[in-house]
């Protein structure tokens, strides 16, 4: 039976000096550390048969995925499924004791953790994912395909196909800058899921990251 490994990952470290969330804001570009990240997970992966790399629409996704495609002498496909989750506090700081949370005027936002009110529905999220992750498979049949997206999509997608319930606690994300969450099928079958950091660990509880 044909296997094919469909590798979920998060896109490196971005410049953001202010600590602003910024969602799917333009201009976003990684860091120094995001790009050395980046070319870590191309230089892991060299040697893999890789037969096509799908990335975000956002910056940050498409200089993550950069290093990967040239390895393999291949054109980044742009896909919108793959794109950060849409949430209301974009543009702002929202780490705890600073910023958004702590203004009465956005507290009507966090009324529903579990949907979640002030973005993008889980179920949504995983469901466009899951579509990217079918078209890279079908894409990359007997191969191993790359798909480069953001935190919340990659872990939301992870905790759908493990028959997790969606909300969570987002602190404890196990999904570390350039991340791999690696998507395991025999045929149609997805019979694993692997986890894994080849350029280190990161703290999920660090917003903008």
């Known amino acids: 039976m044909t296997k094919t490994i469909v590798h979920m990952m998060r896109h490196g470290e971005v410049y953001n000096p202010d600590g602003i969330l910024y969602g799917r804001l333009p201009g976003f570009r990684l860091a120094d550390n995001g790009r050395a990240q980046a070319q870590a997970v191309a230089d892991v992966l060299a040697d893999h ?114 028959g997790r319930r969606l909300w969570h606690d987002p602190r404890v994300r196990q999904c570390s800058l350039a991340s791999l969450t690696s998507l395991i099928y025999e045929g149609d079958e997805l019979v694993d899921i692997v986890y894994s950091e080849p350029a280190g660990a990161s703290d999920p509880r660090i917003t903008g990251a």
Not at 69 to 83: F, K, P, Q, V, Y
Not at 105 to 118: G, I
């Open 49 to 162: 048969h890789i037969a096509a790399v799908f990335a975000s629409p956002l910056q940050r996704a498409q200089e993550t995925a950069a290093p990967i495609a040239a390895s393999h002498g291949l054109e980044i496909i742009t896909n919108d499924d793959l794109i950060e989750a849409d949430n209301q506090f974009e543009g702002l700081k929202v780490a705890v004791g600073d910023g958004a949370l702590g203004k009465p005027r956005h507290w009507t936002k966090l009324r529903d953790p579990f949907t979640p009110s002030w973005g993008e529905p889980y179920l949504h999220i995983a469901h466009r994912m899951l579509s990217a992750a079918t078209k890279a498979r079908k894409e990359g049949a007997g191969h191993e395909v790359v798909c480069v997206s953001h935190q919340l999509p990659v872990y939301t997608l992870r905790r759908f196909l493990e």
